[in-house]
Each structure stands twice: as structure tokens, then as C-alpha cells.
């Protein structure tokens, strides 16, 4: 049973940093496209980062040059780490994890089969 557990979330100041997890189990992340989104308080959940098995990243304009996303095969584990934070960044970040063997990355919710049940993230002014 494939299973997505985040965290790393949190309250912090404008222009401070977190770093989010993403524990996976029932699957390797070797073999998995992986990406991150995010739901604001009234918006709609879009895609944030987004990693091919290849290493290959994708981001969104908005989080370009401030957020990483990486991760650790050999701990089954995804990261995204967010530096000089916005209020605007604030959110639910969600991770999801693709059809194994697929080459792409994306920031489209329909590619992704699994879900996890998001950690929050605050940031303020």
C-alpha cells in the first residue's frame, strides 16, 4: 500500500526558510515521478515542483529561484526546500507521487495516483 506522509511545516517570518519532507513506504521513490502543491486559503491547489525518476525538475514562475526540490532514494524521501518566503506562500503543501516509470515531470494534479495528507505552512509579514 503505497503511503505519503509530509512534514516539515510551520509558522515563520517573511524571508525565512523551511524545509518540507515527504515520506513514502509501499513504493521507491527511484522509480516514481514526485511533486509538491499547494492550496491557499481560498484558491484552488496548484503545482508547485515537480521531479522525474531522470532527476529532471519542473517549477512553478512563482517559486522559481526559492524553492528546491529534491530527493533521497536511498531514505524514500522527497524535499522541497523554500527559502526567502512570501505571505503569499502560504498554504497546505500536499505531495503526490506519479504512475511508476513514467519520464515526465509535471505540475498537473491528474498525473499523480497518490496523495499525501498535507502539512501546513504559514508565513507572515
Known amino acids: 500500500q503505497v503511503q505519503l506522509v509530509e512534514s516539515g511545516g510551520g509558522s515563520v517570518q517573511a524571508g525565512g526558510s523551511l524545509r518540507l519532507s515527504c515520506t513514502a513506504s509501499g513504493y521507491s521513490t527511484r522509480r516514481w515521478p514526485m511533486g509538491w502543491f499547494r492550496q491557499g486559503p481560498g484558491k484552488e491547489r496548484e503545482g508547485v515542483a515537480s521531479?522525474?525518476?531522470?532527476?529532471?525538475?519542473a517549477y512553478v514562475g512563482s517559486v522559481k529561484g526559492r524553492f528546491t526540490i529534491s530527493k533521497d532514494n536511498a531514505k524514500n524521501t522527497l524535499f522541497l526546500q523554500m527559502n526567502s518566503l512570501k505571505p503569499e506562500d502560504t498554504a497546505m503543501y500536499y505531495c503526490?507521487?506519479?504512475?511508476?516509470?513514467?519520464?515526465?515531470?509535471?505540475?498537473?494534479?491528474?498525473?499523480?495516483?497518490?496523495w499525501g495528507q498535507g502539512t501546513q505552512v504559514t508565513v507572515s509579514s
Open positions: 521531479i522525474g525518476i531522470s532527476g529532471n525538475t
Open positions: 503526490a507521487a506519479g504512475p511508476p516509470g513514467q519520464q515526465w515531470t509535471s505540475l498537473d494534479e491528474p498525473h499523480y495516483d497518490y
